[in-house]
């Protein structure tokens, strides 16, 4: 009986760190999304937003494909900025569907900058659907990070992306972004909620250091 115990440890053990690897391949891979969109060679308008801003939804990889029948989605790390600066990312997931006449891929690297504290917590929400809540306001800056910067400073989440790929533009209504708790635990060693990593300080891993510090060297706090 316990060899047998022991050899069903040692197979779940393979799966444990496949469990904790990817949480930490998302995080280092938004580390690297936040330099290419906030770096020395970004556009000032959204490093201007990101220094008002006191959250950021980070996608470092949205796939978007179609051909009568098209979705997107990709996962995602939140973070939000507080006295003590910037907090340890909690896990989520954006998607959504469409169906019409279009064709092409789409790789895009995505960033919703949160600029007020109700739209902070429409994030924080297990599931949010963006375009769904009238009292959300949603702007988006475009692919070329074109528009009015004033203007996406009065919304309450400014999105935009670098897009490679075949569509032009990019459309986030109808997206919908879930929480995924199975990572958050994962990461964290214990089950929190995004509320309780994003505001209370409650997670802690050290392999999100970099991110928090790349975060505040572009955007400061």
């Known amino acids: 009986m316990r060899r047998l115990l022991a050899a069903a440890l040692l197979a779940l053990l393979p799966l444990a760190a496949h469990a904790q690897t990817e ?15 906030f770096g ?11 220094q008002h801003a006191k959250g950021a939804l980070i996608c470092p990889r949205i796939f978007k494909a179609g051909f009568i029948l098209g979705g997107q989605g990709g ?11 910037w907090s340890a ?38 599931q949010f659907k963006i375009g769904a809540d009238a009292a959300i306001a949603v702007a988006t800056l475009g692919a070329g990070v074109e528009g009015d910067t004033t203007a996406a400073l009065r919304a309450d989440i400014v ?27 994962a990461y964290y060693g214990q089950p929190l909620a995004a509320a309780q990593i994003v505001n209370q300080g409650a997670g802690s891993n050290p392999g999100a250091a970099p991110l928090r510090e790349m975060l505040a060297r572009f955007a400061g706090g």
């Open 40 to 50: 020395p060679e970004s556009a000032q308008q959204q490093r201007s937003v990101l």
């Open 75 to 85: 996962n995602c790390v939140l973070v939000s900025r507080g006295p003590g600066g």
């Open 159 to 185: 999105a935009f992306a670098k897009t490679r790929g075949l569509f032009a533009g990019v459309s986030i209504q109808g997206s919908i972004i879930s929480s995924m708790s199975d990572w958050n635990q």
């Open 89 to 126: 990312p909690a896990f989520y997931n954006v998607g959504s569907g469409s169906i019409g006449l279009q064709i092409g891929v789409q790789d895009m690297e995505l960033s919703l900058l949160i600029l007020t504290d109700r739209g902070l917590q429409a994030v924080l929400d297990s």
């Open 23 to 37: 949480p930490q391949t998302l995080v280092d891979r938004a580390t690297l999304a936040v330099q290419d969109m």
